[in-house]
């Protein structure tokens, strides 16, 4: 199972290798591990990485994905519960 950045990367041939196919640099891949999580923009491709070397994809929260924030309270909502 892959539980955080480092074992993917590990999983699917190391960081000079999937930073090469991802066409990022040593630096930069380092500053991702670092922080532990992949650019958004890269998941497709990660995916397409794992499946072409029959490992196991990198689960959605190893990339930072935009998250939905909460939905504001609208006005009709608000006489709705008073």
Do not use: C, W
Request: no cysteine; charged share 15%.
């Amino acid at each position: 199972m892959v539980e955080n950045l480092e074992n993917f990367i590990n999983s699917a041939g190391g960081r000079s290798a999937v930073g090469e196919r991802l066409g990022m640099s040593k630096q930069t891949m380092h500053m991702h591990l670092s922080a532990g999580v992949l650019p958004a923009k890269y998941y497709v491709a990660s995916v397409q990485l794992a499946a072409e070397l029959r490992i196991e994809p990198p689960p959605n929260h190893l990339f930072n994905f935009t998250q939905l924030n909460d939905a504001p309270v609208r006005v009709a909502d608000k006489a709705q519960t008073a």
